[in-house]
């Protein structure tokens, strides 16, 4: 069984608590990423299910055996470096079949597999030069080949993509789930980019100073943030996370004054449990309609800068009270700079944090 | 034709660039004058300088300034025969190896100073005043011609070292007269009678291993009866085998013989060879580092401070470190000897031995003024006090009035053997070959020594050598 | 499996927390064998402190103290600082009263001499080095070849051309004479030690600087040099061990007032009339020691990131 | 860079201008040689080296005007190399044919004689010969010696451990010995009656030892004594190699589980064997010139001479200068030769992998 679970895992460098009480679990066949900004501890935790650093307490779990204290070597994993890490001094090919040579296999088996992975990772023109001689695309493939052309326990992937330009991550991420997902095994992918995270990963872990902050599907992570980093981090353009006062529930329905104004929003019941206090108000840029009347229920504000990004256009908008206010419109909706705005948010997709940052759900 | 001497064009060129430039300030002042002397550094030498600075006082009412290098021993010939051969013409006075007269003869260096001493009486006086085999050894070249190129700066020759508290145990002059009999040799009167034969039963007779008795006390470490010079650097061997060579009939290639004296079957006689086995012989009873070849004047010097052996014969140049209680485990057990003899068929004991010792010298390129100055120096050393000085200081002198007078004796334990050896001390090759003739030679004895080869074959290949190299030098016909 | 990993782990050799780290068990080992190593050495210092009479006393003493009784006493010696004093202050003549022996001189010179030339040749070499790196002349390895040369003949054939050239423009002696000799001495090394680093470096960063308008002297001061800062101190470190120790230069070109120690440290190999001086010997030595092993220690570090560059290039 | 080399057009050879470099060296030669010939030496000296001195001046001219800063960054090593080492090389050579000795002042052009007699003559050429089949076998024993302690020293401190620092600095230590001072310990060290050696092994077997008195033992206390001192070089630059090495490829190689010894061969050895190349020739080309520890040692004997302590009995001592330069010349074309051979098989290797 192919699967991968960290339980209470903590890593300490002399005070400095790099990761603390990571939890994970990855199912066979499952991709997950662990995602966050620089410094979060991703690596450290990947490392540390590598068996390149030796966990502080809690248990590193793979094929259902604990391994905190074995040796890489006897983890039977494999792992893609971001600097790849290719032997320099070897050709693709004995770069590829270096991991072999500890499986004991002839000498045809192990070119034959060689060969397998080669056409797999479109590198078989390449075999014989050195790494040196390649492009930074086959680099990558190489290091993925050589990743995959064992049979290991599990696959670890540290910013495999973080080297290419926009164009080959594109196809890159394309080719590695599709690759991925022909072998089934409990996969785990650092990075810090969240596009990679949503398109490849079957659940995403984010993670924020050494803490695990939300695991769940990347509709889960998006749809329904757990608290205003995940909500913040996930998303592009990031989410309006705006402070109010919550006055009163009634009705499904959130009294709040937002921005210097009274609005009255659908809220999630869960909300009638806080009391009258301040609230952070999270609405994604583009759960906005614009409306022409002042109505209730909306938001004034006035345009101050416009960026179209093709299909749509980004509005920096002001509010009346001097905040920032991400709007995303249709291309075909024309607004000029100073023009006054009416925004009103769509219910269902606009989160209520607690005053400790926490989502407030049912 | 004859290609340009370019050499010696050189070396003129450096020498009117160097008289251009340092010309001026030099001799500015023209009653200054410097007198610079490469010496080798030890005390000797020191003392030298010490006497001058403190006592010196120039007949002339110049102001002269001596202007010493004191360069260690282990690098001196390296330093001078490099400064004289690039023409650096860096000293006037030198401290040389007699055995280098030759060589540095030849090239121009040393400067002759016959004219000096007719021109000089008193001079001639002094210099003559010094024993005529030193004086023969340091000064003249051909060696025993009357051409004069040096005088005395530390005359030396070898004498036996002993151990009193050893030699004069009861115990130990028991056993000996038991084994041997004869007297276990314990005065320095004893010792000075020693033949080679009695030097090798004191070997035998001494050799004890850590534990066994000796004087009475086991001993602390292996203990040897004898030592002397057997190493393989410079001269270290050839200065003790020459004598035993000329004390049993045998000789070296004679310089003074030259162009008819010959290499082969002299050097090679069956005397030598004898006189090389019965040396040879001697070496089974030494500290085993003589079987290693680096058993050299300071090794076997070594052995006897620290107490290691019972006798040792070395130059009276390493003595004064035997005296001293910081440097020696046995200043106060000293006995000292001459150098052992052979007893000829007559009864009469056949002395000779290599002088060791050296000379300093006058430079070709030295100035009238500093020849002027340097003369009245060396009359001044040479003179009775200031040789007395240097005898009570730790020196030797060769001059007669002084080694006569009583008070002689009295200023080193050694100075008992000191007259009566100078009769006997002879000297080698004062010829340019001097270093080719003493490598191979050196070379050879050292395969002897420490076993590769038996002493004829030595012998042989010495004197086949030496037939080539002198007989190309025009020096045997 | 896990047990036998453990083991390692638990006796320091290994350290599960990253590759290439190992823990005190591993400390304890290489100190044994670096002390055993250093050995030689710890003798030569311990004799420096010994009584005169005690340098050559068999059984051999090793220790200034017992340790406890760790050591038995026929092992143990009393130290002293005497023999330092003897170096710079002795009696040169028998029983004569102590004078200066000239030390305190002859540890200047070695100073001077081997700094500044040491210096000079990273000066001179590091730009030379710089010019082979980045304007190869037509033959460029040939001339680097020959450079090399200049290390492989034994001194003693080329030294009486030096000498007579000395005596001809008057540095015989001189400080100047010495510190240019030695300079070139140390070129050959300097020049290929420091191209290897400038060709390890990256040329983009230099164009780049040199499309932002900087001049080619700027490029090596304020782009080239500061990326080889550890390239000079390892090399100036090389320089200054084989410069601080050379013998037949010094012996043959420097005068009474320009001698350096390894010359005037065979006064105490014969010394006074007699052989080796152990104690005055070892004395000098550890003194002679102190500079050159402070350098290199503080200079460690860029030892150790410093001497990194690819290949042997031809 | 190298373009602005390359386009400038080669001056014609008998313009007259400072930066022809061509004409400078024509018109030295021409006034050289006939000074040598015509004028006394003391004269021509001057004259040959203000020749040498024009011709070097139009060198620098030359490319100052074409910007040629190579030219100008090499200058500076290049006059001092050849003042204080290629000029007396040089000289040393043109006396190797001559028949000069320095202690004689005449000189006589001999042409390739003292080569023949130093390769041919029945009594020099056996001692060179053996001398320098000593030499080899010197170099051969010691520098591999050198390679391998210094190499597993290395090992030893490859890895980041507490006080490696402290640790690093003994074994760097003997090093920086002078030569005089550790070969004269280490005549202590191998006294038979005196010595370290000889009482431990006294202790043990109960018999006398003397290492020194046979030729295996006396190259062996050479050999180690040198090993000694020198090891340490490599150990750095080895060291440095291994320390250059990415943490990174030894991790992807353990979790590629590859066993130690292919991570070496792999990993480490690529990366170290450029330093040990140039640490194999730097102690070559030192070890050729071994001679003051055999002076202190042994004097040259038990069959430990070596070319470069015979080099110095015959030059120095025995002031057979020209013999001596046609000897080294010998010697310094095998070293050529050897370290050639050296940096063909180092270029090649590095270029096939």
Redesign the interface.
């Known amino acids: 069984m192919s699967t991968i679970e960290i339980r209470k895992v903590t890593k300490q460098f002399g005070s400095f608590t790099a990761v603390k009480d990571a939890d994970l679990k990855v199912e066979a066949g499952e991709v997950v990423c662990l995602l966050g900004p620089s410094g979060c501890g991703k690596t450290t935790t990947l490392r540390m299910i590598a068996g390149l650093e030796r966990a502080t307490s809690g248990d590193v779990i793979i094929a259902g055996q604990r391994m905190n204290e074995l040796s890489p070597q006897k983890r039977d994993i494999a792992m893609v470096f971001q600097f790849y890490a290719l032997y320099p001094a070897l050709t693709v090919g004995q770069n590829i079949s270096m991991p072999l040579h500890s499986e004991g296999l002839s000498k045809a088996d192990s070119d034959a597999r060689v060969m397998k992975v080669a056409q797999i990772m479109h590198l078989t023109e390449v075999l014989d030069r050195m790494p040196n001689q390649i492009s930074e695309g086959e680099k990558q493939r190489l290091a993925v080949a050589r990743a995959i052309v064992r049979d290991p326990n599990c696959f670890l992937f540290d910013e495999p993509l973080s080297r290419l330009d926009v164009e080959l991550r594109h196809s890159m991420r394309g080719q590695i789930k599709e690759v991925l997902t022909g072998l089934s095994k409990a996969t785990v992918i650092v990075t810090h980019d969240q596009l990679e995270a949503l398109t490849m990963a079957s659940r995403i872990a984010i993670m924020k100073d050494g803490v695990i902050e939300q695991v769940g599907t990347p509709h889960e992570v998006f749809a329904k943030p757990v608290n205003v980093f995940v909500a913040s981090f996930i998303g592009t353009p990031q989410m309006n996370l705006v402070e109010a006062d919550l006055q009163s529930f009634g009705d499904g329905k959130a009294s709040v004054i937002l921005a210097g104004q009274s609005l009255s929003i659908a809220a999630d019941p869960a909300v009638s449990r806080l009391k009258p206090s301040k609230v952070t108000v999270g609405i994604r840029p583009r759960a906005f309609s614009t409306v022409q009347d002042k109505g209730g229920d909306t938001i004034a504000a006035q345009a101050e800068l416009i960026e179209p990004m093709g299909a749509e256009t980004l509005i920096h908008a002001r509010t009346s009270s001097g905040g920032d206010i991400r709007v995303v419109v249709p291309r075909d909706k024309r607004v000029k700079v100073g023009e006054a705005l009416h925004l009103k948010p769509d219910p269902r997709q606009t989160h209520f944090f607690g005053e400790d940052g926490k989502a407030v759900r049912a | 034709m ?13 020498g ?3 008289t251009l ?2 010309g001026g300030a030099t001799y500015a002042l023209a009653e200054e004058v410097t007198l610079t002397m490469a010496v080798p ?4 030498t ?2 030298m300088k ?1 006497f001058f600075d403190e006592q010196y006082k120039p007949k002339s009412g110049n102001t002269v300034k001596l ?4 360069i ?4 001196f ?3 001078v ?10 000293y006037n006075f030198i401290v040389s190896d007699s055995q280098w007269l030759g ?2 003869v ?4 040393y400067r002759k100073i016959n004219d000096l001493l007719d021109a000089d009486p008193e001079f001639k006086k002094t210099l003559m005043s010094v024993h005529p085999a030193p004086l023969a050894a340091y000064s003249t070249y051909p060696y025993k011609s009357e051409n004069y190129y040096g005088f005395p700066q530390f005359p030396d020759v070898l004498v036996n070292y002993g151990r009193k508290d050893i030699l004069c145990h009861e115990e130990e002059q028991k056993n000996f007269q038991a084994k041997y009999g004869k007297k276990l040799p314990c005065t320095g009167e004893e010792l000075d009678a020693m033949t080679w034969d009695d030097f090798k039963n004191v070997g035998e007779f001494f050799r004890r291993k850590k534990g066994e008795m000796l004087a009475g006390a086991p001993a ?3 203990f040897y009866g004898i030592a002397f010079q057997a ?3 410079y001269d270290f061997s050839s200065m003790q085998i020459n004598g035993f060579i000329w004390q049993m009939g045998g000789n070296v290639w004679d310089e003074t013989q030259a162009p008819t004296g010959q290499a082969e079957g002299v050097v090679n006689s069956p005397e030598a060879v004898a006189a090389l086995e019965k040396y040879l012989s001697l070496l089974e009873y030494m ?3 003589a ?4 058993m ?1 004047i ?2 076997s ?3 006897f ?2 107490g ?1 052996v019972a006798m040792n014969i070395d130059w009276i ?5 035997s005296l001293d ?3 020696s ?1 046995v200043s106060d057990k000293l006995v000292f000897g001459q150098m052992p003899g052979t007893m000829g068929p007559d009864g009469k004991m056949i002395r000779w031995s290599n002088i060791g010792g050296q000379p300093f010298v006058l430079t070709t390129w030295t100035t009238p003024e500093q020849t002027t100055e340097a003369v009245e120096f060396v009359k001044w050393w040479l003179s009775n006090d200031i040789q007395h000085q240097f005898a009570a ?2 020196g030797q002198s060769a001059v007669k009035e002084v080694y006569e007078d009583p008070k002689y004796v009295t200023y080193r334990p050694w100075n008992r053997a000191w007259a009566p050896q100078l009769d006997w001390q002879k000297d080698v090759w004062h010829v ?1 070959q001097f ?2 003739l003493l ?1 191979q030679q050196q ?1 050879q004895f ?1 395969l002897a020594i ?1 076993g590769k080869q038996d002493a004829k074959t030595t012998l042989d290949n010495i004197a086949k ?1 030496q037939q ?1 190299l002198l007989t190309n030098a025009g020096l045997i016909q | 499996m896990a047990e036998h990993n453990s083991i390692w782990e638990a006796l320091g050799f290994r350290k599960a927390s990253g590759v290439g780290e190992a823990g005190w068990g591993r400390t304890l080992f290489v100190a044994i064998v670096s002390l055993i190593y250093f050995l030689p050495v710890l003798f030569i210092i311990f004799t420096a402190f010994k009584p005169q009479d005690a340098a050559l006393s068999v059984p051999p003493t090793l220790s200034p103290t017992s340790f406890f009784g760790l050591i038995p006493d026929k092992y143990v010696f009393t130290p002293t600082i005497e023999n330092f004093g003897s170096v710079f202050n002795r009696s040169m003549t028998s029983g004569g009263a102590p004078e200066s022996t000239g030390f305190d001189r002859y540890f200047f010179n070695s100073i001077v001499i081997a700094s500044s030339s040491v210096l000079l040749a990273l000066v001179i070499g590091t730009l030379a080095a710089f010019g082979f790196s980045r304007y190869p002349l037509k033959g460029n390895d040939t001339y680097l070849f020959i450079i090399l040369t200049t290390r492989m003949l034994p001194a003693i054939v080329v030294i009486i051309p030096v000498i007579l050239m000395f005596r001809v423009v008057g540095l015989s002696g001189s400080y100047t004479g010495i510190i240019l000799l030695y300079t070139a001495f140390n070129l050959a090394f300097t020049i290929w030690m420091m191209k290897s680093f400038f060709d390890e470096l990256s040329l983009d960063v230099e164009d780049a600087a040199r499309i932002d308008g900087s001049s080619d002297m700027k490029v090596f001061f304020k782009i080239a040099l500061p990326q080889v800062v550890a390239g000079l101190a390892a090399t100036f470190v090389f320089g200054l061990i084989l410069t601080w120790n050379e013998f037949l230069f010094a012996l043959l070109l420097s005068g009474p007032d320009t001698r350096t120690v390894p010359v005037a440290m065979n006064q105490a190999v014969s010394s006074g009339g007699r052989g080796t001086d152990w104690t005055l010997l070892a004395a000098i030595e550890t003194l002679f020691l102190i500079p050159v092993f402070l350098v290199t220690f503080f200079l460690q570090n860029h030892l150790l990131r410093g001497v990194t560059f690819g290949t042997v290039k031809r | 860079m190298t373009s602005t080399t390359a386009t400038a057009p080669p001056p014609a050879l008998m313009r007259l201008s400072p930066d022809n470099w061509k004409l400078a060296i024509l018109v030295g030669l021409i006034v050289s040689v006939i000074a040598a010939i015509a004028l006394p030496a003391s004269a021509s000296f001057w004259i040959i080296g203000a020749m040498a001195a024009m011709i070097g001046a139009a060198f620098v001219v030359n490319a100052y005007r074409r910007k040629y800063y190579g030219g100008l960054l090499v200058a500076p090593a290049i006059a001092v190399l050849f003042v204080m080492n290629i000029f007396p090389l040089l000289w040393s050579l043109g006396l190797s044919f001559y028949a000069y000795q320095s202690n004689q002042q005449s000189i006589r052009f001999v042409g390739l004689a003292n080569y023949i007699k130093v390769l041919t003559n029945d009594i020099a050429a056996p001692a060179n010969w053996a001398a320098l089949v000593n030499t080899a076998m010197f170099v051969v024993l010691t520098v591999t010696a050198q390679m391998i302690v210094g190499f597993l020293l290395a090992m030893m401190f490859a890895k980041q451990f507490p006080l490696r620092k402290y640790l690093l600095i003994l074994v760097l230590t003997p090093m920086m010995l002078s030569v005089v001072a550790s070969g004269v310990f280490f005549t202590y060290y191998y006294d038979p009656t005196f010595g370290i050696l000889s009482y431990v092994v006294n202790a043990i077997t109960g018999g006398q030892f003397i290492l020194m008195s046979s030729k295996v033992g006396a190259v062996a206390g050479i050999v180690f004594a040198d090993a000694w001192m020198w090891s340490p070089f490599v150990m750095l630059l080895v060291l440095a190699g291994l320390v250059s090495v990415p943490k990174y490829l030894y991790e992807a190689a353990a979790i590629d589980r590859v066993s130690k010894w292919r991570q070496f061969w792999t990993i480490t050895f690529p990366y170290i064997r450029g330093l040990l190349m140039l640490a194999l020739l730097f102690r070559t080309i030192e070890a050729f010139k071994l001679a003051d520890l055999v002076i202190l040692l042994t004097k040259g004997g038990n069959d430990t001479m070596t070319i470069s302590y015979h080099l110095i009995r015959i030059a120095n001592e025995q002031n057979k200068t020209s013999e001596g330069a046609a000897i080294s010349y010998l010697m310094l074309f095998m070293v050529i030769v050897l370290t050639n051979l050296y940096l063909y098989i180092a270029n090649r290797r590095s270029q096939g992998a």
């Open positions: 004859t290609v340009v001497t370019k050499m010696k064009g050189f070396a003129a060129a450096a009117l660039a160097a430039m340092t550094d030890w005390p000797p020191r003392i010490k202007d010493v290098d004191f260690p021993w282990p690098d010939y390296t330093r025969n490099a400064s004289l051969t690039s023409g650096e013409q860096k060589a540095f030849e090239g121009g260096y602390e470490d292996d190493g393989k650097g500290p085993p580092v079987k290693t070849g680096t050299d300071f090794k010097d070594e052995l401070r620290e290691k140049g390493l003595g004064e470190a209680p910081k440097s485990k200081g730790g340019p270093f080719e490598t070379d050292d420490t050598f080539d």
